[in-house]
């Protein structure tokens, strides 16, 4: 029998954000001892959420606090329709009809029906599982956690989903811009990555190597990389075409890294979509390999994020965290992580991606130290250990009249 391999805990974070800090956060744990928590989401795989909750959950109970984290399950339809809701969300049309309301409200109950929901805190996480909340009496607090680019939501959408919003005691969005008008309060706070992750830990050339050899991704030339769900709001395609702009100039090679989640519905189609583009120096490749995602990661000469609508991008602060410049769409969360020209690029044209692909590959100092300081951005504010304070800190504000302030 193989023993576990040790959960990483608090301390652990010590070389990265310094004794003092790591002690305020076990004094700050101390009063939610033993209450229990659970994260509600709807995929276990693929995208920024599940890749928050699985290093995030485990963080929390190594502090003592009892977090767990569910799964919604639902028909193709019902995701059919919850991808539509977050397309609306980010600003698409959406033709919300009757027949697409009772699907979503059936399914979000027959979840209900299933998950037996005591806890002293909810966080239910995105629009699929929101309207839970109707069905369930409250022990504590209940939390909504909404990681979409909200700069400019479709107002019927928004009209819809605000009764069950404002049945919430907390609201939690990603950037202070993505505010809305609701009576629950709303906090902010940015995504995070774990730094100990198979994704995120250092690794050495020679297993950089062997990831990379194991899918025949050459390494002759420098390497252009997209790590994305394949998703249109991702622009892959706009990758495809800067690339092919910039290799006027600079030879290397392009690698287009994708999965699809379980919840996205849309994912297919655009991979499929994309298998035309593919070249010589031109790589689609659709694998689940954290170990991969970490090899392109730290050896690109260049990762893009060129996203047409991004909550946050959490693929931009891994690849930062690796010293690796980044070349972002200017939009929503990318544009909290990219300083424009000091640790990276943000862009607003295939022609600038282009442009930026070609200098960073031609000026090696230049990408150097843009790398260095991406690292130390990603450091300062973008690691787990501060998304775990941000919110012991929530959870510690609430009122007194929950069973969780009990216990302190
Ligand atoms: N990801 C992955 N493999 C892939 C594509 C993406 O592991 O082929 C991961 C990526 O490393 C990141 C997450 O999925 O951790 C995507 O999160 P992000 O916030 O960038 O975007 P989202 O998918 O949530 O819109």
Redesign the pocket.
């Known amino acids: 029998m193989i023993e576990p391999t040790k959960i990483v805990c608090i301390d652990d974070f010590e070389p990265h954000i310094g004794a003092e800090a790591v002690e305020r956060i076990h004094r700050k744990a101390k009063p939610l001892q033993d209450v229990h928590i659970t994260h509600v989401n709807s995929t276990y795989y693929?995208?920024?959420?599940?890749?928050l909750l699985s290093s995030k959950t485990l963080l929390m109970n190594s502090l003592g606090i009892k977090t767990g984290w569910r799964v919604i399950q639902g028909s193709p339809d019902f995701f059919s329709i919850t991808k539509k809701i977050h397309n609306a969300l980010q600003g698409e049309a959406i033709d919300l009809t009757e027949r697409k309301k009772r699907i979503y409200e059936d399914v979000v109950y027959e979840n209900v029906v299933r998950n037996h929901l005591m806890h002293d805190i909810v966080v239910i996480h995105d629009p699929q599982p929101l309207p839970m909340i109707r069905h369930y009496r409250k022990y504590g607090p209940w939390i909504w956690r909404c990681?979409v680019d909200l700069t400019n939501p479709n107002k019927e959408v928004m009209k819809y989903l605000t009764p069950y919003i404002e049945r919430y005691d907390a609201v939690i969005l990603t950037l202070r811009e993505y505010k809305q008008r609701l009576k629950t309060p709303q906090r902010f706070f940015f995504?995070s990555?774990n730094p100990f992750s198979i994704?995120n830990r250092e690794l050495n050339e020679e297993e950089i190597d062997e990831r990379l050899d194991h899918y025949d991704i050459p390494t002759d030339l420098p390497l252009v990389v997209q790590?994305?769900?394949f998703?249109r709001?991702?622009d892959p395609k706009g990758v495809v075409e800067a690339f092919r702009i910039a290799r006027k100039e600079v030879d290397c090679t392009l690698v287009l890294?994708?999965?699809v989640?379980t919840d996205d519905p849309e994912g297919e189609d655009v991979y499929n979509s994309l298998l035309e583009k593919r070249e010589d120096r031109i790589i689609i490749?659709?694998?689940?390999?954290?170990a991969l995602?970490n090899a392109l990661?730290s050896r690109a000469a260049v990762v893009l994020?060129k996203s047409i609508r991004?909550?946050?991008?959490?693929?931009?602060a891994?690849a930062m965290w690796k010293g690796t410049p980044v070349i972002g769409g200017n939009v929503g969360?990318i544009r909290h992580q990219i300083q424009e020209g000091r640790n990276g690029f943000l862009v607003s044209s295939v022609k600038e991606a282009a442009e930026r692909i070609v200098r960073l590959v031609k000026d090696k100092e230049l990408n150097r130290t843009m790398g260095e300081r991406a690292r130390e951005t990603v450091r300062k504010n973008f690691l787990l250990s501060g998304a775990v304070e941000r919110y012991l800190d929530l959870f510690n504000s609430f009122e007194t009249n929950y069973r969780i302030a009990r216990k302190k």
């Open positions: 693929g995208g920024g959420v599940a890749e990681h995504p990555i994704k790590v994305s769900r998703d709001w991702k890294l994708g999965n989640a490749l659709s694998v689940q390999d954290t995602v990661q994020q991004e909550g946050f991008g959490l693929t931009v891994e969360g």
